[in-house]
C-alpha cells in the first residue's frame, strides 16, 4: 500500500533541534521530489523545503535558511529534515509530500503523509 510517514516530532526548547523522517513505503522515492510543508493553527499550509529525486537539488523558505536541511537516503526510501536553532515561530505540524519535481505549492502535490507535530516553546 502507498504509504508517507512522517516521524521524529515532539517538544523542544527554542534553539533545540529535531530531526524529522519521511519514510515511503509502496513505492519507490527515487521517481519523487519530496517537499517538507507546515501548518499552523489558523495558517495555511507553507512549503519549508523541497528535495529533487536525485538529490542533486534543494530549496529552503527564506524563514528556515541556514536552520534547517534537507537530504535523502534513496537506499532507505527515507527523506530527513534536520531541524536546528528552532524558534516558537517553527510550531506546527510538518507535512512530507511527492511530487516528480520541487514545487513551493502543496496543491501541486499528489500524496502526503498525516503530519508530525513539532512544538518549540520553553
Known amino acids: 500500500q502507498l504509504q508517507l510517514v512522517e516521524s521524529g516530532g515532539g517538544l523542544v526548547q527554542p534553539g533545540g533541534s529535531l530531526r524529522l523522517s519521511c519514510a515511503a513505503s509502496g513505492f519507490t522515492l527515487d521517481y519523487y521530489a519530496i517537499g517538507w510543508f507546515r501548518q499552523a493553527p489558523g495558517k495555511e499550509r507553507e512549503g519549508v523545503s523541497c528535495i529533487s529525486s536525485s538529490g542533486g537539488s534543494t530549496n529552503y523558505a527564506d524563514s528556515v535558511k541556514g536552520r534547517f536541511t534537507i537530504s535523502r537516503d534513496n537506499a532507505l526510501n527515507t527523506v530527513y529534515l534536520q531541524m536546528n536553532s528552532l524558534k516558537p515561530e517553527d510550531t506546527a505540524v510538518y507535512y512530507c509530500?511527492?511530487?516528480?519535481?520541487?514545487?513551493?505549492?502543496?496543491?501541486?502535490?499528489?500524496?502526503w503523509g498525516q503530519g508530525t507535530q513539532v512544538t518549540v516553546s520553553s
Open positions: 509530500a511527492r511530487r516528480l519535481y520541487c514545487s513551493g505549492y502543496a496543491n501541486e502535490y499528489d500524496y
